[in-house]
């Protein structure tokens, strides 16, 4: 099925957004952001599995419990993580008072904050930013509320779809952060997806958790998985359809927009990860199982000797061997194969014949494939991830003297 | 017990060593190391747990496993890694001709190779390398033999305690190499002990694996592990005491010393890890178990956010929590202390009064203890770890380019 998806932010019928800078990134950029539904949304989450969680993760899962959702309000600059009790209060506090302002209940409002760990919310700021921005919100505020999650992203990731539910025209719009802390199951990334079709609230989370289980669960930068990774979906029902479900003729097309835009984010948080100069995947074939599949593509994807080599030309394959050899998944090195791209680098288990500058110029793109085989079964598995330069390094220091004005994750 | 130990390495009765540049290493530095008992020598072995591994260390696990040893013949510049048939029959060619000019059995001569993988053996110049070393060795040769392993070591690393059993003078030496791919569980690291005291086989076998476990298993440069790690230790019996066992009366301090010399070159490793500045000790206590204080303090030491923080002055502790969040250990976040040397940071899962500058002079210290406290149970752990600096990226990126004619591990 083709997906014709554009950049941007296109805001379904029935939504408002807006993104301000309230004060809260030292560099004066956008840092607070506001989406709301002009009337009740069926509302899905999925959120990290750290056991260390931040206040708003905490609050958001009952919200999503309950199902329904007016609006959701974001800073960057501060995770309201490891906050005690008083993180939690400041949290609700967010939602009250946006609530408040908006005329809708609290408990519909969903928060999310993104930043340093640790730090106390500098709740007047908050609230200052809230009263500024409720009455700015507007249809055409997508891009600004895009902006305004942004942390060391370097690139604003955005995605929309058009397409017609019971011939009823649909938008799906969606906007994602994240650059460090990615691992797999969702670190430091925020995603957010709108649309104005109405869809049966147990099927909006399973369609979201299926969407984020191929793409967002698939990324990795650093390895690290952060305490505040939350994934939303709302869902307004303005544009009139049949609420969709698993067995409505329409589902396919729906879920697979949703599917290819959650890709489309999620590799692109993994080419923006901090100092990332190249996206690379990570293909594991012939895997005992599909689990040992994934175990040994992580392995690869994480390998800090496997990912500084990816920064330079020289495309170091022993260390990709030793990656495999290390992870969890049965490997027989006599019977490994290793392609970049469509060239053999490994065949069972040696240097295959190809040229080495051959190798060197697809590692020299700014995307390629890693595929590994290992002719043991059928398991199969596909990651996406980034190579490691000196400046992710450089960024995750020391970042209070960071010096272009982008903000901690 | 007080254990006087010593830099340096200073051969025991019986042993004689050499360490020549042998043409492997484009800097022309040495490369090839050579070691040899004057009589037959118990010999003990520890081995990466790779699936993939390097010839040599196939081939030294049958020599461990007959427990008789007269050399050790070791280059650099080269892993004899992925080398397939042809890599086997190099190691096994390094032994014969080895064994041949010492004129003592091809089975009783243990192999090593540390470098790059997946080249060919250049057997041409290690032939002609081992002609040279074999006249040159000599009693003074220990230091030449250990900086003949280093890669991108930047220091060598010793260890000598001389001792009494049953009265008379045993030395214990033993040197390592190790700076990239260091991992629990052995990374590119070759670890060689040699002593004259005599050793009951099994007895010394027992004794190297518990200190290895308690050393050389609880570092972790980068989280990666290589193909070719390898720890051996060579007992002569040159100093005349009845051989020692577990019930010998000196038993106890001989297994000291070896213990302390291990953990001693274990530090030493980790501090002068690929771009190191600082040594970093993550103790974890009060976990449910002490394999869930292993894992919490594992996924600490190996996290790229906390390592590249530790590389600046700034205490981010933030990541810490995340980090323990994330590992397979029990957390509850709201009863998580931790400390900086002896100074609170977190009390109850959020900051302590303790001012931000106090923790970051702490930090700001070549060498500090991150004391994580899980208030749990009573399970705890310890593991040595370093900083990730912009230089170890520097190193892995392009090893081939390196300017200062260190060589890739």
């Not at 807006?18 to 607070?32: H, N, P, W």
């Not at 055409?140 to 902006?147: M, S, V």
């Amino acid at each position: 099925m083709k997906i014709a998806m554009r950049e941007g932010v296109t805001l379904p019928q029935g939504f408002l957004a807006a993104g301000i800078a309230a004060g809260l990134k030292r560099s004066g950029k956008k840092d607070l952001m506001l989406v709301v539904s002009d009337r009740p949304a069926a509302c899905a989450g999925v959120f990290t599995t750290n056991q260390v969680q931040a206040a708003p993760v905490k609050l958001d899962r009952e919200v999503v419990r309950r199902g329904v959702a007016r609006a959701i309000i974001t800073n960057s600059g501060n995770a309201n993580a490891c906050t005690g009790a008083k993180g939690m209060r400041d949290a609700k506090a967010m939602a009250a008072l946006t609530a408040n302002l908006l005329k809708v209940k609290p408990a519909e409002v969903l928060v999310c904050s993104t930043g340093a760990i640790g730090k106390p919310m500098p709740m007047n700021t908050i609230a200052a930013g809230i009263h500024a921005i409720v009455p700015v919100i507007a249809a055409a505020g997508g891009d600004d509320a895009a902006d305004a999650i942004m942390t060391t992203d370097t690139r604003k990731k955005t995605a929309t779809v058009a397409l017609a539910i019971d011939g009823k025209p649909v938008t799906l719009t969606a906007f994602a952060k994240g650059a460090g802390m990615i691992e797999p199951n969702m670190a430091t990334m925020l995603g957010f997806f709108f649309t104005d079709a109405a869809v049966e609230p147990r099927a909006l989370q399973r369609a979201l958790k299926q969407a984020v289980d191929l793409s967002f669960n698939r990324i990795s930068v650093d390895g690290d998985m952060s305490t505040n990774d939350t994934c939303l979906f709302l869902a307004n029902g303005a544009a009139g359809n049949r609420p969709l479900h698993p067995n409505h003729k329409d589902w396919g097309a729906f879920t697979a927009a949703l599917s290819a835009m959650a890709l489309n984010l999620a590799k692109k948080i993994a080419r923006d990860g901090e100092g990332a100069t190249k996206l690379v995947t990570v293909r594991v074939e012939g895997a005992r199982t599909d689990a040992e599949a994934d175990a040994a593509a992580r392995a690869v994807a994480n390998s800090m000797l496997v990912k500084t080599c990816w920064n330079g030309d020289y495309p170091n394959w022993g260390r990709i061997m030793d990656a495999i050899g290390y992870s969890p998944a049965k490997v027989d090195e006599s019977k490994v194969d290793i392609f970049y791209d469509d060239l053999v680098a490994v065949r069972k288990g040696v240097a295959a014949k190809t040229p080495i500058e051959a190798l060197s110029k697809i590692q020299q793109q700014e995307q390629f494939t890693v595929a590994i085989r290992l002719h043991l079964g059928k398991g199969q598995a596909e990651v996406y991830t980034c190579d490691c330069s000196e400046e992710y390094v450089r960024i995750n220091v020391d970042y209070i003297k960071m010096p272009d004005g982008r903000e901690p994750t």
